[in-house]
Every structure is written in C-alpha cells, then in structure tokens.
Nanobody, 127 residues
Framework: QVQLVESGGGLVQAGGSLTLSCVASGRTFSSYVMGWFRQAPGKEREFVAAISRAGFSTYYADSVKGRFAISRDNTKNTMYLQLNRLKPEDTAVYYC????????????????????WGQGTQVTVSS
C-alpha cells in the first residue's frame, strides 16, 4: 500500500511555470512506476507523464512534450512535475499515480494500470 499526496498547484498566467510534488508514504517508493495525469472540467482523465522506477526512463504526452519535465527523488519518496510555458488548456486537476507491478514500457500511459492515486491538485492557467 502507498498513499500519495500532491501539492504545488495554483493560479498562474499563461507562459508561467509551476512545480508539482507528489509525496508517497512507505519504504518501497523505488519499486513503483509513477505517473502524472490530469482532468479538465467535462473531460476524461488523461495521461501527462510517467517515470520508471529508477528514474532513468520517462514518457510524455505529445501535448506537454518539451514544456513539462517529470523527475523523482527516491531518497525523498517524492516525484515532481515541472510545468513550463503553461497554456490555458493546461488548466486541470493534476493527479499523481503509482503502480508496483506494471510493465513500464507497456502500461505507463494507461490510467487503468495504476492502483494508487492522490487526491489531486488544481492548476489554473489564465490567459
């Protein structure tokens, strides 16, 4: 079992930056594939980025590639998402997710592959 708590959301102007954090409970953080998803009002939850257990491999949705950066610090049980050059269409609740058993290469973008979810943090980008 792992519990996830996101923080760092807020209101920012278009072109600005934010850093989201996701802190996980437990001693085996490095055993989990970690991901970020987001959900805008009236839309389905969508994949944003994922990072492998040791942090050496990352994947991004095309819509955020080149603007967002995912990272993790296994010594601090924490994952990050750096959001740069934000756009109004990035407005959403951002969720972190974790899974211990996933094949990272096959399942990283599938929200149904993740067993554990945080409560979400709101990111609002004004134009």
């Amino acid at each position: 079992q792992v519990q996830l708590v996101e923080s760092g959301g807020g209101l920012v102007q278009a072109g600005g930056s934010l850093t989201l954090s996701c802190v996980a409970s437990g001693r085996t953080f490095s055993s989990y594939v970690m991901g970020w998803f987001r959900q805008a009002p009236g839309k389905e939850r969508e994949f944003v980025a994922a990072i492998s257990r040791a942090g050496f491999s990352t994947y991004y949705a095309d819509s955020v590639k080149g603007r967002f950066a995912i990272s993790r610090d296994n010594t601090k049980n924490t994952m990050y998402l750096q959001l740069n050059r934000l756009k109004p269409e990035d407005t959403a609740v951002y969720y972190c997710a974790a899974d211990r058993d996933m094949d990272f290469w096959l399942g990283h973008a599938d929200l149904n592959e993740y067993d554990y979810w945080g409560q979400g943090t709101q990111v609002t980008v004004s134009s």
